[in-house]
């Protein structure tokens, strides 16, 4: 009898799991970003992957996404602008790093002069909460002289700051820190470019990123000229006991990733790590280029992949995969997200929409009830130059301020593109997840007419106040 309930006790467990569909993750193609796409770092907080990557100008934005195929189409939301004449430009390399409750962002900045390169110091941002989407205040300049690609990670207990610098060569320098804005030694080179796969076009190790699994500790860099094909990775293993000590890493012989020729990848490198949402898998994030004579600029295009692991416990990342082939994205992530958003006002929780769903020029943009229709879904594609069209899903239409007037109250409305500043707009980061929507050509943003809450109120432009009736939520429709 106690058999027979087993039996049919696990009959009915069985029908049960097939009546529960299980969330399968959606297949995606590289890039994941292909705006901006050097130096990409990914992480994955609270349901939502966060991508940064390097600017080429005076801001840091960030994407996020549910979904790692998302991050191709989601907005891109400034979270920093330069605030001093010795750090305002030129941004590289920024990372996120969650520590201690907060968020810090670890990035590259320079002055605005021609000749910039020298100007280059690494810096550190820290948040007021517990948001990636900020907002930030400036912690410090961590080093006094040049240095790329900062990096931190706690190893043993200690935390350390990694870095780039120039000695004739560039190389891989560490530093103990005290926190996460003070480094508390001096600098130590860690590794130089000794083997002729590191000396392509540029004797350099730079890039360096930490990964860590199963005790073990491994510094994965980018070597060579980023300017050539043969960018690619190599990687250390922590051997010894201070990793702020070359004796302590022993480097590996033969590189890790590179360039790609039948899968029509060149110059892999300056990667992250993350791990999938359900923390089974292991993925890379990396730029790279098309073809072999496209060099180390804005071409460049943020891709991502999963990789395994050896017998010995050492990574083994693989081969980059060819540009657009189908992947299956991270276990745990739920399955595909709309490409679209809807734009919520902080104040009246009502959405941006095309007045009656009217397809004509000049047809006016207003607040009205969500109810999911199209006139009210909005496509936000980057420019590529820290802007956004916003493509009304109705009419295919876009925002448009009205006969680019700069006057406080001018009106938007929707206009066939036209590809000037006055249909530019950047959202920038507020708090609690809100953004202002700032136009390119005037610097004023869209605002509800005189703080309204009613269906209908018309939504225009209007210098910064700082209140709730000029905030607006990003929500994928």
């Known amino acids: 009898m106690a058999r027979r309930l087993l039996t049919l006790l696990a009959a009915l467990l069985l029908a049960l799991s097939f009546g529960q569909p299980s969330a399968q993750a959606a297949s995606f193609g590289n890039p994941v970003k292909a705006q901006k796409g050097a130096d990409p770092w990914i992480v994955h907080h609270d349901g939502d992957y966060y991508l940064v990557s390097t600017s080429w100008t005076d801001v840091i934005t960030v994407r996020k996404s549910p979904t790692l195929g998302g991050l191709a ?7 920093w602008q330069g605030d001093a004449a010795s750090r305002c430009c030129n941004i590289w390399a920024p990372e996120l790093h969650y520590l201690n409750g907060r968020w810090y962002l670890y990035y590259v900045a320079g002055q605005n002069v021609a000749d910039y390169n020298p100007t280059q110091r690494s810096h550190v941002l820290e948040s007021a909460g517990s948001d990636p989407m900020g907002p930030y205040s400036y912690k410090g300049q961590l080093n006094s002289s040049w240095m790329l690609d900062p990096t931190v990670a706690t190893i043993n207990g200690q ?75 190599g990687r250390l293993a922590l051997t010894g006991s201070n990793p702020a000590s070359a004796s302590s890493w022993t480097k590996k012989s033969t590189p890790v990733f590179q360039r790609s020729d039948g899968n029509g990848v060149y110059g892999p490198g300056h990667n992250g790590f993350f791990t999938s949402p359900d923390g089974t898998e292991s993925w890379i994030v990396y730029h790279a280029n098309d073809s072999a004579s ?57 959405c941006l ?60 409305r929707q206009w066939p593109w036209l590809d000037n500043t006055c249909q530019r707009f950047r959202f920038v980061a507020t708090d609690s997840g809100h ?22 109120a018309d939504v225009r432009q209007w210098s910064w106040l700082n209140n709730a009736c000029q905030q607006w939520r990003l929500n994928v429709a």
């Open 73 to 79: 189409t989601a907005p891109s939301v400034q979270v």
């Open 159 to 233: 935390l350390y700051l990694f870095g780039s610098t120039h000695n004739g060569t560039q190389n891989i320098v560490a530093a103990r820190m005290s926190n996460p804005y003070t480094v508390s030694s001096s600098f130590s080179t860690v590794s130089t470019p000794t083997y002729d796969w590191e000396r392509q076009g540029g004797t350099v190790n730079e890039g360096p990123e930490i990964l860590q699994r199963g005790g073990r500790t491994f510094l994965v860099y980018s070597a060579s000229g980023c300017w050539t094909p043969d960018y690619k990775l």
């Open 294 to 350: 496209e060099g180390c600029d804005n071409g460049r295009t943020a891709r991502a992949q999963k990789f395994t692991w050896n017998a010995d416990g050492s990574p083994n990342l693989g081969t980059p995969v060819r540009l657009g082939a189908a992947q299956s994205g991270p276990s745990g992530e739920p399955a595909a997200v709309s490409t679209t958003y809807t734009l919520t006002n902080r104040n009246s929780a009502k």
């Open 353 to 412: 929409e095309v007045a009656g769903s009217s397809s004509a020029d000049g047809a006016n943009v207003q607040q009205y009830a969500c109810n999911g229709g199209a006139h009210q879904r909005w496509r936000l594609e980057d420019l590529g130059d820290d802007t956004h069209r916003l493509v009304n899903v109705a009419t295919g239409k876009v925002l448009d301020t009205e006969n680019c007037s700069s006057a406080d109250g001018a009106d938007l």
């Open 435 to 456: 953004v202002r929507i700032v136009n390119q050509a005037t610097g004023k943003v869209a605002d509800v007419a005189d703080c309204g809450t009613a269906d209908g």
